[in-house]
């Protein structure tokens, strides 16, 4: 539960920070492209779509265990990939497994469809604000969607849980993170999709925060939320 959950004070706030993949980078649309030439190339003939299904789920528990270091890196590209094939009775030598992550972290930063008003949403605020990324997302793919997808501009800082090496919430991300920007919790916004990591890992060091909630879920705890870029401006 979030305590001593405070107002957001435009006048107050110099700096912005975001999440990026369910933020600003449309992970789950990319991803889906990425498999279809992942599968192409390694001649998997399960149905995209029902792989997709099965895939995504999983693949959102094994970041959970990540981001708890209850996995390493090596676990989660392998484990998500394991036992979604298990599930449809399909299985796959460790070297295929190894060889189709390897592929997939090749393919994913090639597509970079962005969430609907992301370029519009970061012009209005880089002219008022100094914008930042924070994620958990691999060092070395992170980077590449920036870039790929034409927003890196956008940013003053980018701070990696790679680079820190703690992961959303813990608290020394954001801290890192505040430090490189050169600004106080109080003076900046986190902007990301995930209640546990962006949102309370935030607010916790003093940050203002703001959900991105897309999916529409039912979040009982209190915060500020928006369902589109655009409301941001309601915001900032």
Known sequence: MLKNYRSMQ????????????????????????????????????????????VYEPINFAYWKKYRENVVTKEE??????????????????LATIDSLAHCYIEELPIDNHLFLGTVEILEYLSGNYKLHIITNGFEEVQHLKLQNSGIKKYFKTVTTSEEVGLKKPHPVIFKTALAKASVAPRNSVMIGDSLEADIIGAHNVGMHTLLFNYRNEI??????????????????
Do not use: C, M
């Open 76 to 93: 989660l590209r392998r484990g998500r990939l394991t036992e979604t094939f298990q599930y449809f009775k399909t299985k796959l030598p």
């Open 219 to 236: 979040v009982a705890t209190p915060h500020f939320a928006i369902t589109e870029l655009s409301e941001i401006k309601k915001h900032l």
């Open 10 to 53: 435009n006048n107050e706030i110099t700096d912005v920070f975001f999440d990026l993949d369910h933020t600003l980078w449309d992970f789950d649309r990319n991803s889906g492209l990425a498999f279809e030439r992942v599968f192409k190339k390694h001649k998997i003939k399960l149905p995209l779509t029902d792989f997709l299904k």
